[in-house]
C-alpha cells in the first residue's frame, strides 16, 4: 500500500509542474518576448527555454533563458552594433564569449559577471591582436601577436 500512496503523490506532483509552452508577449514597458516559457500557478509567466526579447531601446537578445533569465548560450545585440555571442549566467556575461564593437574591435575570451577576466584575445579596429590575462580593465602582460 505504501507504494501505491507514493505514487499517487508522484502524479500530484507532476500535475503541478509547470509546462513548457510558446508564445509572444508584450510587456507593458513596450519589450516583446516571443519563445518557450513557463505558466505558473496564479497565471503569471516565466521565460523558460530558447526565446528571442527585444526591449523598447532596440536592445535585442535571442538564446536560453531559465528561471526567467537569461542563462546558457545567447547573444545580445545593441542598437549601436556592439554584440555579444557566448555564455550567460544571471543575465550577465559570464564564461566564454565574443564582444564586438561597432569600430570593428573585438575580444574572444573569459568574461565574469559582464567584465573581461581571464585569458583571451582582443583585436583591434586596425586587425592588431594582443593575447593574454585580461582583469577588469587591467590587462598587464598582453603579448602582441605579429602576424607576416
Known amino acids: 500500500m505504501p507504494a501505491t500512496k507514493g505514487k499517487k503523490g508522484d502524479k500530484e506532483k507532476e500535475e503541478m509542474r509547470p509546462i513548457l509552452q510558446k508564445g509572444v508577449f508584450i510587456f507593458p514597458n513596450g519589450d516583446k518576448y516571443d519563445g518557450e516559457y513557463l505558466q505558473l500557478e496564479g497565471g503569471g509567466v516565466q521565460r523558460s527555454g530558447h526565446g528571442s526579447q527585444t526591449t523598447n531601446s532596440g536592445v535585442c537578445y535571442c538564446g536560453h533563458w531559465s528561471e526567467d533569465k537569461m542563462n546558457g548560450h545567447g547573444t545580445v545585440i545593441h542598437p549601436s552594433g556592439s554584440c555579444y555571442e557566448g555564455q550567460f549566467v544571471d543575465n550577465q556575461f559570464h564564461g566564454r564569449g565574443i564582444y564586438k564593437w561597432p569600430n570593428g574591435a573585438m575580444y574572444e575570451g ?30 598587464l602582460g598582453l603579448r602582441f601577436m605579429l602576424t607576416m
Open 110 to 139: 573569459e568574461f565574469v559577471n559582464n567584465r573581461l577576466d581571464g585569458e583571451g584575445e582582443y583585436t583591434d579596429m586596425d586587425d592588431q591582436q594582443w593575447v593574454g590575462a585580461f582583469h577588469n580593465k587591467a590587462a
